[in-house]
């Protein structure tokens, strides 16, 4: 188990320029791409992440039926924010996820991100505060958004994805 510090979640501080709702934070803001209106939470685990469960058009989610390669770029560029996630709840403490990294495109896992998901599920009414599992593509992670001290914790296995080596 990993403790992953405390979430941040005013606007300015994560940081994005959407405006902050609920206590400071950005809950269910909205975000015009390709005609949709997505509604996104964003929250820093140390590094920027916009959490998107779907948009006023599209009620549920469902992230393997994302082109990922399509709409990705579109989140990173845009001017409100650097990162983003996006996710479908499957249950209230269970929750699948795709991550699009600025700079480097879709990942098999992102542990900050898993963390950024389930605190936006939580404000959002989406999850409970205990654990939850986070599906990714490289495989599941434990998260807990512990209310007693704020912080989030992280358990799952690591595993090496690539090996490479730089010449001069």
């Not at 400071?24 to 949709?36: F, M, N, R």
């Not at 549920?60 to 770029?73: F, N, Q, W």
Request: some cysteine.
């Amino acid at each position: 188990m990993v403790d992953m510090g405390e979430p941040i979640l005013y606007g300015p501080d994560v940081p994005t320029k959407l405006p902050s709702t609920k206590n400071e934070a950005v809950v269910k803001a909205e975000l015009a791409i390709d005609g949709l209106a997505w509604h996104v939470t964003c929250v820093s685990m140390g590094n920027p992440h916009c959490i998107t469960f779907g948009s006023k058009e599209l009620k549920v989610l469902h992230v393997d039926d994302l082109k990922l390669s399509d709409i990705g770029p579109k989140f990173e560029h845009h001017e409100m924010f650097p990162a983003r996630e996006f996710v479908e709840v499957l249950s209230r403490s269970h929750l699948k996820m795709r991550v699009w990294e600025r700079g480097a495109g879709a990942t098999l896992a992102c542990g900050t991100g898993a963390c950024a998901v389930v605190v936006a599920a939580v404000l959002e009414g989406r999850a409970v505060i205990q654990k939850c599992v986070v599906d990714l593509p490289g495989g599941p992670l434990e998260i807990e958004w512990r209310e007693d001290n704020n912080h989030v914790y992280m358990t799952g296995p690591a595993e090496a994805v690539f090996y490479g080596s730089v010449v001069h």
